[in-house]
């Protein structure tokens, strides 16, 4: 099981409250990306808010998948919205993958890419990767929750990329947003 969580738009916002920046094809960034994430083979999306009453307003969208998380903390950075999504996810979920909020374009295909590596692929962490740079999203299995759980200020894990590069596998994207990713083979 997959549990994914998307984190709160930080940048471009343009009003305090409002959980996604600017429209996209007249569309809520926060919208196309749930739109993309729920296309996925994720089996559990936790959207993770500061202002829920507005979020709930902005993005009218029904599944069973989606769970709205209320966090208050967001202002001591996006570590503490990763802290309460985790909490808020299955207890049986094996992974999760951080998806950032305000990134205006998160293909269904690079979700499904990173889930379908890590099924075949024994690495603690998934992630894509334009030029071998980590890029969102990032999936990391159940065994580094713990230290996910410590993060702080606005590490969103990247630092666990660091950490434990021998237990990462990258899947390529061609380009940082226009295309699809590679193949992925394990």
Known sequence: MISTIILPARRFRPA???????????????????DSVLASEADEVICVTDDLAAARREILLADSRLIWHFNSATVLGQSTSVIA?????HPESDGVMLVAGELPVVRTERINALIAR????PASIIVGSSSEQPSNPILFRRELYPELLT?????????????YREKTALVEWQEEYGSAPNSCEC
């Open 151 to 163: 993060l702080s200020g606005d590490d969103t894990g990247l630092s666990l990329v660091g950490k």
């Open 16 to 34: 305090a409250g409002q959980n996604s920046p600017l429209p996209l094809k007249d569309k809520p960034v926060l919208r196309s990306i749930l």
């Open 85 to 89: 999504g985790l909490w808020a996810s």
């Open 118 to 121: 890590f099924e075949c692929s």
